[in-house]
């Protein structure tokens, strides 16, 4: 069982910029998806952004131009950059690393807190 551990939360004005990272132990970064899910206080949890072994990334309308994901297979790390913060962007924000094929695993983050003032 890999754990996956995020970080890089915390407090920030609307307009500023936070990294989020998202450590895992073991390998499995070169072998499955990794997104970003957060959730808002009262609302479900809703996905972020995607990538996938192939590279191919994928962002939700709402944080399209503005976030980016990106991986570093030799520091098992998967960063999520955040630019142009906005108060709507406040949530705890979820790691997770997924692969449905050969030795399946659904791996997720104990999240962290992202919250931007106005």
């Known amino acids: 069982q890999a754990q996956v551990v995020e970080s890089g939360g915390g407090l920030v004005q609307a307009g500023g910029s936070l990294r989020l990272s998202c450590a895992a132990s073991g390998n499995i970064f070169r072998t499955a998806a990794v997104a970003w899910f957060r959730q808002a206080p009262g609302k479900q949890r809703e996905l972020v952004a995607t990538?996938?072994?192939?590279?191919?990334?994928n962002y939700a309308s709402s944080v399209k131009g503005r976030f980016t994901i990106s991986r570093d297979n030799a520091k098992n790390t998967v960063y999520l950059q955040m630019d142009s913060l906005k108060p709507e962007d406040t949530a705890v924000y979820y790691c997770?690393?997924?692969?449905?094929?050969?030795?399946?695993?659904?791996?997720w983050g104990q999240g962290t807190q992202v919250t931007v003032s106005s």
């Open positions: 990538l996938t072994v192939s590279g191919y990334t």
């Open positions: 997770n690393v997924k692969r449905t094929t050969m030795n399946p695993f659904d791996y």
